[in-house]
């Protein structure tokens, strides 16, 4: 009869490919079943693999095999049978509080049905699974083999993993058991046969392991594969019979009697007979009995195993035979079968955990070779990441795995879909293919002798080789590196140099750790680190560290070729390194050291076009502007000037947008060589290619930059102060204000711009830097002593609270001197004319203040009597100085007595308050202060309507607030009303203040009230 998925109430069936990618990433959640041949293969001992062709005599050969003839019975011929059930554990899942969860069935193809069937017979045969009502159910899997006909069985248990608690037990480190081989000339490894199958499950754990297919729905007796913690339940069992830390009593009684007297153990008393054993072992392991072994029955190896793979060397034939037998025998104790096929005995090398291990040293297998020989380079980013998930576990033998393999790392998945730019990954992809195919060999390391430190630094990356000496040359014990954070890629490269050997310090430090160290570097300040006395900054933390270890630095610069001639095999030469780094540059190593150079960049008779520019955005709206202004040289006349609004943005968006803006202004007038002046240190950097781009938002802008500069011949980036970006700022400020984009035209704002502008003052070398002889002019000779005899009228007489005007010579007013004699050169009080006029005619600008100002000046045809009457109750708040300047008269009240009566307050319009709250709170004198300390510091000297709440929302805004200082502190939650119910359970604390001064001088008194008694103390 015939059955479909719909009859067996099963779903789909689900088919995995053996070498695809899901395998691979499923494969630790997957119970992936061996090939069941035969669960009780015969074991003939003379098969095993003993000894070493050519090298090994029948003797010995024949002494190892009597040891293994004496503990056959825990040899199995196959490494998939079913082992005996190991003594003295159990596995036990701790699935919690969690509700179980039945799978449906998947559906098994017809032709495939009678391969699971005889699986599943097999098992059930062996009493590995059998019949069951739980709650749980989880569906198996097919998998098919590269044939296309065969299958394994898997059962899907990704469910059930994520309700198992999982275990703290830990599992080894791999490079820890790759280590303390150096003394060793023969070797065994031992495979333990269907490692897991060996532990029995409890009752729950049987429950919650229950698989469902379309034969029925069973659960197993042993401990599966792929079932959260099976491999941690595994490793305890067998550190336990490596180190000998807790005894089996009382199930010792089924442990033969030989095995009992070899480890010199008696069996208790009591009775326990073998029927009674599983019993008991359900009820209590020996880790929960935790009753300890005998001092005589210590560690047998020294070593620790990684799950079910055991290796061991020894120094000589006898010494491997006597420490088989040992084991032997404490294998037997704990009933663990040993997988006779996989094993191997008496070998100057042996496969351990994919390395060959020999007495040389180790080196990677040529499996893993072989399996990336022919690959192609990867399709998808998950292909990308498992190649080189592949190789981290061999990084310690690719030389500067971190420079050849940075490339692939920072691809993403669009760049490899649309196979933009990937030569230099490809060409890392083949580089790598090609060195994890010819490994070198790492010498085991050797404590008794020094180590060797050659660190390799470039631009994005700090490597090291740890090596050690034999007869005059080095060879390399293990490779270490790490990409450079975005911090460290501007340090220096000695200090680079200084962070691969801290990274060898940190990586390797158990292995190295009272061993003397030779450090070969091509710069002396590792050197100066250790020894410096006056090291500030981070050489601190650094000399810190260097100085616990035995260094020994030796500087190799100018005897490169001396340390290349004693360099082994696997040592490549630092100037080669460097070769294969340049064409290997990734996003990262393009970031440059910025230059040091002096900003002066401008001779005096440079012609050409500067462009400035200038973003801003408020946070709260997320509404910006920009501004931009193209300058002629020489007399850095304006050319043209735009402010422009934006929409969406951030800072950093409206400053980029203000670059793109200019430069596209600076095209449709042809112009193809441009000075590029900002404030925008981010901007500049990422433009220049000192800085990485992270943000999208910016990469987008960025890469819109980068294909705007292919039109221009040259362009030069140079990053400026906002003070002296004035006219691009006033711009930008203007345009937020008038909420609109504008282009400057008239007479009057040219001639502010070129007025209020400094960046000739940063670009324009300097006369004394060309050799020319500085000339004061005579109208600022002696300014302070000629006040007197200069007429500048009224309009630049200064007001007793104003701030003064310093005298200076500027390079700019030099320049322009120069360049255009008939336009006189402007002093100080020119200056300050010129600001109170435009102060003034701001203030006209204003309705409101333009109001004001006609009441004061006695105007009052001009109101209407009801308009009239309103400025007159504020008028007397108000008055006009000799230049027609509005202040605001301070008064006296209950809270300010004394508030800053005897100066009045210059009355900002509101084109001017950006201005004055950006030199309060941004400028270098306003250290960016907070709110309360930027407010009384305007109100000193200035007064507008909301005053506050402006300074508030600029505080708010401000982004460099927002990014460079933490949050404030959790002050915590309140205790509410408290109720004492005796004394002195809460007190109280009271600050009295302006108390009369006492005979110490003091004003303040504090009091301390018990709550509930109202005893003040």
């Known amino acids: 009869m015939k059955m479909n998925a719909e009859d067996l109430d099963s779903e789909p069936t689900i088919y995995i490919h053996e070498g695809s990618e899901l395998l ?37 050969e024949h002494k190892m095999r009597n040891i293994l003839k004496y503990h056959r019975s ?148 042993r401990m599966p594969f792929g079932l959260k913690n099976a491999p941690l339940v595994y490793q305890a069992v067998i550190n336990n019979c490596l180190w000998g830390f807790v005894r089996l009593s009382p199930e010792e009684a089924e442990v033969d009697q030989d095995v009992l007297d070899f480890l010199q153990l008696e069996c208790p008393g009591g009775g326990v007979t073998e029927e009674k054993v599983p019993a008991l072992t359900d009820t209590m392991t020996v880790f929960q009995r935790n009753i300890p072994t005998p001092s005589h029955m210590g560690p047998v190896l020294g070593r620790s195993s990684y799950i079910d793979d055991i290796a061991d060397g020894a120094v000589s034939w006898d010494q491997l035979c006597d420490d088989l037998n040992k084991l032997l025998f404490r294998l037997r104790y704990w009933n663990i079968s040993v997988s006779l096929p996989k094993s191997e005995f008496g070998k100057r090398s042996i496969p351990y955990l994919s390395h060959e291990i020999s007495a040389e040293g180790i080196r990677a297998t040529l499996k893993i070779a072989k399996g990336v020989q022919d690959l192609p380079f990867p399709s998808t980013l998950n292909g990308v990441q498992s190649f080189l998930g592949s190789l981290n576990y061999y990084h310690k033998f690719i030389e500067d795995f971190p420079v050849v393999a940075a490339v692939l790392y920072e691809l993403t998945d669009e760049q490899i879909r649309s196979k933009r730019d990937l030569s230099r990954a490809k060409e890392s992809f083949e580089i790598l293919k090609r060195k994890i195919a010819s490994t070198p060999l790492l010498r085991h390391p050797d404590r008794t002798r ?103 630095i030796r500087k190799v610069k100018k005897d490169e070729d001396g340390l290349a001639a004693i360099m082994g095999a696997g040592i490549t030469p630092r100037e080669h390194l460097d070769e294969v780094a340049e064409s290997l540059v990734p996003a990262k190593g393009l970031v440059k050291a910025p230059p040091v150079i002096s900003v002066e960049m401008l001779e005096d008779d440079f012609e050409g076009v500067v462009l400035s520019f200038d973003g801003a955005a408020k946070t709260s709206t997320r509404k910006g502007s920009c501004g931009c202004v193209l300058w002629k040289l020489p007399g850095w006349s304006v050319v043209e000037a735009q402010g422009f609004i934006l929409e969406d943005v951030t800072v950093n968006d409206a400053e980029y947008n203000g670059l793109m803006k200019g430069l596209q202004m600076a095209r449709e007038k042809n112009i193809t060589e441009l000075v590029v002046v900002g404030d925008s240190r981010i901007v500049i950097q990422q433009v220049q290619g000192l800085i990485n781009c992270h943000q999208p938002n910016l990469q987008r802008k960025l890469a819109e930059c980068e294909a705007m ?309």
Not at 42 to 51: F, L, M
Not at 92 to 118: F, I, N, T, W
Not at 746 to 761: A, F, G, M, T, W
Request: glycine share 6%; proline share 6%.
């Open 24 to 60: 691979s990433q499923l494969r630790d959640q997957l119970v992936l079943l061996p090939e069941l041949k035969d669960l009780s293969p015969s074991c003939d001992i003379e098969t095993a693999d003993v000894g070493e062709h050519g090298v090994t005599t029948p003797d010995e």
């Open 74 to 221: 825990i040899f199995l011929g196959d490494g998939n049978a079913a082992p005996a059930p190991a003594r003295g554990v159990v596995c036990d899942l701790d699935v919690g509080d969690a509700k179980p969860v039945a799978q449906r069935s998947r559906s098994v193809a017809p032709h495939l049905s009678m391969k699971v069937y005889e699986l599943i017979k097999k098992l059930l045969e062996k009493g590995l699974v059998e019949h069951c009502e739980s709650p749980w159910a989880s569906p198996i899997v097919i998998v098919l083999k590269k044939n296309g006909v065969d299958i394994r069985m898997c059962i899907d248990y990704r469910v059930v993993n994520m309700f198992i608690k999982l275990s703290n037990y830990p599992l080894p480190l791999i490079d820890d058991l790759l280590i303390d081989f150096e003394s060793a000339m023969w070797f065994m490894s031992l495979d333990m046969a269907s490692g897991f199958w060996a532990i029995r499950m409890t009752e729950r754990a049987k429950l919650v392991s229950a698989f469902v297919c379309p034969f029925g729905h069973f659960q197993w007796v």
């Open 450 to 552: 020094p180590f060797v430190i050659i660190p390799h630094a470039n631009q994005w990356a700090a490597c090291a080789v740890l090596g050690q000496e034999y007869d005059g040359v080095i060879h390399p014990v293990r490779y270490t590196g790490r990409v450079l954070n975005d911090a460290e890629l501007r340090y220096h490269i000695a200090e680079k140099e200084v962070i691969a050997v801290l990274r060898v310090l940190q990586v390797f430090r158990t292995l190295i750790e009272g061993c003397p160290l030779e450090v070969y570097t091509r710069y002396s300040v590792l050197k100066w680190i250790i020894q410096s006395k006056t090291a500030d900054g981070r050489y601190v933390p650094w000399g810190v560290t260097l100085s616990h270890w035995n260094l020994d």
């Open 709 to 1017: 500069k292919e039109h221009f011949t040259s362009l030069r980036l140079v990053h400026v102060k906002r003070d002296f970006n004035q006219a691009a700022d006033y711009i930008t400020s203007k345009t937020l204000v008038l909420d609109d984009s504008w282009a400057v035209q008239e007479e009057d704002e040219i001639r502010h711009l070129e007025q209020v502008s400094k960046i000739p003052e940063q670009l324009m070398k300097s006369q004394a830097s060309l050799g020319v002889d500085i000339r004061v002019p005579e109208s600022l000779a002696d300014v302070s002593f000629q006040k007197e005899n200069v007429d500048v009228g009224s309009e630049s007489a200064p007001l007793p609270n104003a701030a003064r005007v310093m005298a200076a010579v500027t390079r700019s007013g030099t320049h322009r001197e120069a360049e255009d004699s008939s336009r006189p050169p402007l002093g100080p009080l020119e200056y300050q004319a010129e600001r109170w006029r435009r102060i003034k005619v701001h203030q006209r600008s204003e309705e409101y203040l333009a109001e004001l100002v006609r009441f004061l000046k006695g105007d009052f045809e001009s109101f209407l009597p009801r308009r009239l009457r309103k400025i007159s109750k504020v008028a007397d708040l108000f008055a006009l100085d000799s230049r027609g300047i509005i202040y605001r008269l301070a008064r006296s009240t209950r809270d300010r007595p004394r508030d800053f009566a005897d100066e009045p307050r210059l009355v900002v319009p509101k084109a001017l308050q950006t201005d004055i709250l950006h030199y309060a709170h941004e400028d270098y004198q306003g250290g960016h202060q907070g709110k309360t300390r930027t407010h009384e510091r305007l109100r000193s000297e200035f007064y507008w309507p909301g005053m506050y709440a402006d300074v508030d929302r600029f505080v708010e805004e401000c982004v460099d607030c927002a990014s460079g200082k933490g949050r404030p502190p959790n002050p915590g939650p309140s205790p509410g009303n408290i109720t004492p119910r005796r004394p002195f359970e809460a007190v109280s604390m009271y600050f009295v203040t302006h108390m009369p001064k006492s005979a110490r001088g003091n004003t303040f008194l504090l009091l301390f009230q018990d709550i509930f008694s109202g005893y003040v103390m």
